[in-house]
């Protein structure tokens, strides 16, 4: 055997045994991990097809969408959990290439069929400073860990971490559909899933010709893909009852 290939392989189970340990403190906290650090498993193509050979690279317990055009899935596609979730506590980290934008949508049942990105509540990975979408919206509510084109996320500039390093995104749903975003820690919004205010919210939106928008009993969780590098890992759930 060549020394290269040894190497490798030595990586390989290397990886495998972290994971292993990994995931086995994850279901001790009584979370499970969405993205095993080494392949696709458990999740696939919002239209349908397997989880693709290109574009979404996995690789170091990370997965990165590839830069293309910088449109809406349209290119490589979003990808989506094989399950669906109701009420439920999901962490992820983000790392944001200059002038980024993708989004880590739930409550996506895929049954509007759009063209491009896949619909469904939307807390947006951006990068502020550089992408437009930061000013577009109403009041600030398509910058980074806002509900998208609903609800801005609050936050300080000091708890963003720079460009190019590693943020910490949470989303909770809770059985009553109180939902919370989180960044770095910090709680940056929160609302009511179907409440009268949500409703009204949603009319003056985006999402005004879809009924019942954002209100179904649980979706998909969905990695998007707009044309532009980012990256995810440590993407873990639990489910609240």
Known sequence: MKTTTFKSLIAVIGLLICSVFVNAQMKKNNYVPLFNGVNGQGW?????????????????????????????SDTYGDIVTEKEYG??????????????????????????QTTGSAIGLEYQVLDDELHPDAKRGKDGNRTLASLYDLVKGEKSKSIIKPIGEWNHGRIVVYPNNHVEHYLNGVKVLEYERGSAAFRELVAQSKYAKWPHFGEAPKGHILLQDHGNEVSFKNIKIKELN
């Not at 696939?44 to 910088?70: M, Q, R, Y």
């Not at 983000?94 to 880590?104: D, E, I, R, T, Y």
């Open 44 to 72: 696939h193509l919002a239209n349908g097809n397997p989880f693709p050979e290109n574009g979404w690279v996995i690789k170091d317990s990370t997965i990165t969408i590839e830069a293309s055009n910088g449109k809406e």
């Open 87 to 112: 009420a439920f506590d999901l962490v992820f980290d983000f790392k944001l290439s200059p002038g980024a934008n993708s989004g880590v949508k739930y409550f996506v049942t895929l049954a509007e």
